[in-house]
């Protein structure tokens, strides 16, 4: 396992639809275990192949507590939301590539999702909570959308505000 560079937000891989995984195999368990080195030693939740340059459909999610969602880490290869319930959740969303910024995103409270485990066995489970937001919010990044892009589009302007002050600070200093 290695750590890989996470991609920020400008970096035209994180705008592309990511390309599905035709076979699961050892390229593809050491990309899962090289995307939980680097998430976990960013202190994020969830990372998708995008986010550290490889357009793959390839996504791992981790709430450090099983106890909570029953699941633990969860990585997942293809995974697709097949249905959504109807009740919504607004709560708050950051991104490992968007460092500094977060905002209240909406999203379905419940989804099922499908996919293929790293062992390629089929996975499919429907989940709630944080759980369910951060399986959302990383599928999202495989389509090419930004947690930014749930947002208003006042909102949306304002963080980019925000977003280029920071890179703007971070260069001059």
Not at 11 to 28: C, G, T
Not at 134 to 147: K, V, Y
Request: glycine content about 10%; charged content about 30%; aromatic content about 2%.
């Amino acid at each position: 396992m290695a750590l890989r560079g996470i991609r920020i937000l400008g970096d035209p891989v994180l705008r592309e639809p990511a390309e599905e995984v035709e076979a699961v195999d050892d390229d593809v368990r050491g990309l899962v275990g090289d995307m939980l080195e680097t998430m976990y030693h960013a202190d994020g939740i969830g990372l998708a192949a995008p986010q550290v340059g490889v357009s793959r459909r390839v996504i791992v999610v981790d709430l450090g507590n099983s106890d909570e969602d029953g699941v633990g880490t969860v990585a997942l290869v293809n995974p697709r939301v097949v249905e959504a319930g109807r009740q919504k959740d607004k709560a708050p969303e950051g991104c490992l590539s968007i460092p500094g910024l977060e905002e209240v995103v909406e999203r379905p409270d419940t989804v099922t999702v499908e996919g293929l485990t790293p062992e390629g066995e089929p996975f499919s489970r429907e989940v709630s909570g944080l759980l369910s937001r951060a399986l959302q919010h990383e599928i999202d990044h495989l389509d090419g959308i930004l947690f930014i892009d749930r947002v208003s589009p006042f909102k949306r302007r304002m963080l980019m505000k925000k977003w280029q002050k920071s890179r703007a600070e971070e260069v001059a200093s």
